[in-house]
């Protein structure tokens, strides 16, 4: 039983149409290219989804947690790379939702509404699981920060009109020292450098962002000086779950494609053997628990609870069973599998066990998480012999 909305079922409708007229056909020939997809951005405009997580009040859909999911997993059933761009940039806003100011919602969403993507800046070569241990600065001069450093592998970076950017306003505090900002496209001594070549998602642009003396007005300072790490991790626990949605969108898009296979290989009434069947019947077993998961993270995020351990729970499930069912599935239909779609999907499958955090941080999450509620209880225990 699905426990989506009548209006949550239309959105998805509208996104499933979507994908199967810009997405899918085209998925193939960009990602063999590894090129960028600027027609999509104009194929999304007049839907405004990249506006989807934007409130109304400055001109955007603000779609609920669960149905962005909706949507993202659509997006990722037709191809994770063009999927990546949009849930990339909606991290990006999600920062902005955290800590921006009337001003700077309006300056990072005004974009989006127009149909144009952001980026979310903090890995850096010297930073990414350990991402309190970066090395960008951003000095304060009168009026303005200046920016000195760079970062890496940060999507969408080539064609982004605005960036959330972390950099050390403290480099004496550590992370404590980290703070956030919007840079916008074209500031000056503000580059793009390598572009990556990639396993997968390869129709994704993912950059080298560099910075030198990029000047921006103090008033792009998200939250206070010293707040970034706090504005980052609060950010990811929103984000995350995106990748658990394409994730999903992966692994069912993997079982379709088996089962379509499979019906050509065995017309009329004849059946796969029981190994087989078995297989899939697993496959769907996973695929469904997965959804269920991301469901209820999403659910927790709508009613204003707390999802952080969700959050990293549904992004860690998912991507671990995208990679195992578009495995096993290249695996089932051999040759077929190694030279189709399914190749493209186990390749895409990789990245969602490392992006966003990699899944071996997020069980480092989830086991604090776990262990979290057992030090009261010990500590009663202690109280009371
Ligand atoms: C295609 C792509 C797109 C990306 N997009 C963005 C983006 O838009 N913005 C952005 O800021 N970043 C982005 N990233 C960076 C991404 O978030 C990082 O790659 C990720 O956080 C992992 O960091 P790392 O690659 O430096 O790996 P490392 O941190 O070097 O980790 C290497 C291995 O060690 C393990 N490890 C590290 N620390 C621990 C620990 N304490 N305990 C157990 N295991 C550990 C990791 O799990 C991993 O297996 C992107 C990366 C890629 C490849």
């Known amino acids: 039983m699905s426990i989506l909305t009548a209006e949550q079922k239309q959105i998805q409708a ?3 149409a979507f994908v199967a007229k810009e997405i899918i056909p085209f998925a193939e020939k960009f990602d063999k290219a590894g090129e960028f997809h600027p027609y999509l951005l104009d194929a999304a405009r007049e839907s405004r989804i990249f506006a989807m ?4 009040a400055f001109g955007g859909l603000e779609y ?43 300056q990072f969403f005004d974009p989006m509404v127009r149909g144009e ?26 009026d303005e920060y200046v920016i000195n450093g760079s970062k890496c592998w940060i999507t969408n970076g080539g064609y982004s009109s605005v960036f959330v950017i972390y950099a050390l306003t403290d480099p004496a505090a550590g992370m404590k020292g980290i703070s956030a900002f919007i840079v916008e496209k074209g500031t ?7 572009v990556d070549h990639k396993l997968g998602i390869r129709s994704s642009n993912t950059v080298e ?10 008033a792009n300072l998200l939250g206070k000086e010293g707040e970034g790490m706090k504005i980052a991790m609060k950010t990811l626990d929103m984000a995350r779950p995106a990748i658990a949605s394409l ?16 019906q050509k290989l065995y017309p009329e009434k004849a059946q796969p053997g029981q190994t087989l069947q078995f297989k899939l019947a697993d496959m769907r077993i996973e695929i469904e628990a997965a959804r269920q998961l991301l469901y209820h993270a999403m659910n927790l995020r709508d009613a204003g609870l707390p999802y952080s351990a969700e959050s990293a729970m549904t992004k860690t499930f998912s991507s671990d069973v995208a990679m195992k069912i578009t495995t096993q599935a290249v695996q089932l ?8 779609v399914l190749a493209k999907l186990m390749r895409d499958a990789k990245i969602m066990q490392i992006y966003e955090g990699t899944n071996q941080i997020q069980r480092l999450v989830i086991s604090r998480a776990v262990l979290a509620p057992a030090r009261p209880a010990v500590a009663v225990q202690k109280g009371g012999n």
């Open 53 to 56: 997580a934007v409130p109304m």
């Open 188 to 194: 000056p001594g503000f580059t793009i450098g390598t």
């Open 14 to 16: 509208q996104a499933t």
């Open 333 to 340: 239909m051999g040759a077929y599998g190694y030279t189709s």
């Open 247 to 262: 994730s999903l969108g992966l692994a069912q898009r993997a079982l379709d494609e088996c089962v379509k296979h499979m």
């Open 64 to 106: 609920s947690a669960l149905t962005q999911a909706v949507v993202l997993e659509a997006w990722g059933y037709g191809c994770a790379g063009m999927a990546t761009t949009l849930a990339a940039s909606v991290l990006s806003m999600d920062s902005v939702l955290v800590a921006g100011t009337e001003a700077q919602k309006k």
């Open 209 to 218: 962002l560099l910075f030198k003396d990029v000047h921006i007005p103090a």
């Open 117 to 142: 993507i952001g980026s979310f800046g903090l890995t850096e070569p010297s930073a990414g699981s350990d991402a309190g241990n970066g090395k960008s600065t951003a000095v304060r001069v009168g």
